[in-house]
């Protein structure tokens, strides 16, 4: 979902092309399936963030077949390392199939099962945590991240207005509730300052205090 004007993702797309192959089979694979991806803006963003913040140890919770981990990869540079989380053991193969191609495999480590599971055997400190799980689980990834980052890390959430059903008064769906609780831990508690872009279904990047 994205709720940028088509005029302006448009506008966006233009600026930055997605000039890496690997990444455009990606974005083509994802609009065959409908498969859910971060996209290329929230991709570069990714990017930018990982560069700027010097970022060298990344953990993605939910991967898909390697979209965000590629972008993740190209920030942290030949001695960073991602660790990528998939449920899928199909997906997973698919994502070090394309990380191979693309010449990053060497800096990701791919971990296939429950990416919360997973997440509470890893070791921090981690510089960056992208949250991208289902969203009922949301709220259960807040005190995750306060555990596993180093102060001054971010952790990224994705799809944080959720189509816009954020706003609704009563919201019925597990999958609104759980964004909703994870907006409020992050807005209402000391161990993160947040703020929330409003790019494609939403971003929410939070700085561990």
């Not at 429950?114 to 055997?121: E, F, G, Q, T």
């Amino acid at each position: 979902m994205n709720l940028v004007h088509p005029s302006v993702n448009r506008y966006l797309g233009g600026l930055a092309p997605t000039d890496d192959p690997v990444l455009r089979e990606m974005e083509a694979l994802a609009a065959e399936r409908d498969f859910p991806i971060i996209g290329p803006q929230v991709g570069r963003l990714l990017q930018v963030l990982t560069v700027a913040t010097g970022a060298r140890r990344v953990l993605e919770l939910g991967s898909g077949f390697g979209y965000s981990a590629t972008w993740f990869a190209k920030g942290v540079g030949p001695k960073g390392l991602v660790v990528l989380t998939e449920g899928s053991p199909e997906r997973a193969r698919e994502a070090e199939s394309f990380l191979k191609r693309a010449g990053l495999l060497n800096r990701v480590r791919i971990e296939v099962g429950d990416a919360l599971k997973i997440a509470a055997r890893e070791r921090g400190p981690f510089d960056l945590i992208l949250n991208d799980i289902d969203k009922a689980d949301y709220p259960k990834v807040a005190p995750l991240a306060a555990r596993l980052l180093r102060r001054g890390g971010l952790l990224v959430s994705d799809n944080m207005l959720w189509h816009g059903e954020v706003m609704e008064k009563r919201p019925r769906a597990a999958a609104v509730r759980g964004i909703l609780g994870l907006t409020g831990e992050l807005y209402g508690s000391g161990e993160f300052f947040t703020a929330l872009v409003p790019l494609r279904d939403g971003v929410t990047i939070s700085v561990r205090s």
